[in-house]
């Protein structure tokens, strides 16, 4: 059974950091891609970013290319997402969440099979 558990959340002001952790479990993490979605009060679940299965291809949404990053340690069975100057804007429930896929492409929420419960982040002056 696939467990994924977020960590990091918090509450930041306007233009501060936070660094969201995954931890996976219940199969080989190194052999599928890994993603982070967030979802707003009243708005739809959105893609953020996605990972290959190496960490070698990132892919971003539009809305946070330039200020979040993400990554991954398979030795650890972790994925990280490091989010820089922090907008209002970015205020969400954070999900971890992985596909059946090696690559990082397949980055639509259907294309994820297994869901983490979420943290959330609030980001105020």
């Known amino acids: 059974q696939v467990q994924l558990v977020e960590s990091g959340g918090g509450s930041v002001q306007i233009g501060g950091s936070l660094r969201l952790s995954c931890a996976a479990s219940?199969?080989?993490?190194?052999?599928?891609?890994m993603g982070w979605f967030r979802q707003a009060p009243g708005k739809e679940r959105e893609f953020v970013a996605t990972?290959?299965?190496?960490?070698?291809?990132?892919y971003y949404g539009d809305a946070v290319k330039g200020h979040f990053t993400i990554s991954r340690d398979n030795a650890k069975s972790t994925m990280f997402l490091q989010m820089n100057n922090l907008k209002p804007e970015d205020t969400a429930v954070y999900y971890c969440?992985?596909?059946?896929?090696?690559?990082?492409?397949?980055?639509?929420?259907?294309?994820?099979?297994?869901w983490g419960k979420g943290t959330l982040v609030t980001v105020s002056s």
């Open positions: 969440a992985t596909s059946n896929y090696r690559s990082g492409a397949y980055n639509a929420v259907g294309d994820m099979s297994y």
């Open positions: 219940g199969r080989t993490f190194g052999d599928y891609a």
């Open positions: 990972i290959n299965w190496s960490g070698e291809n990132t």
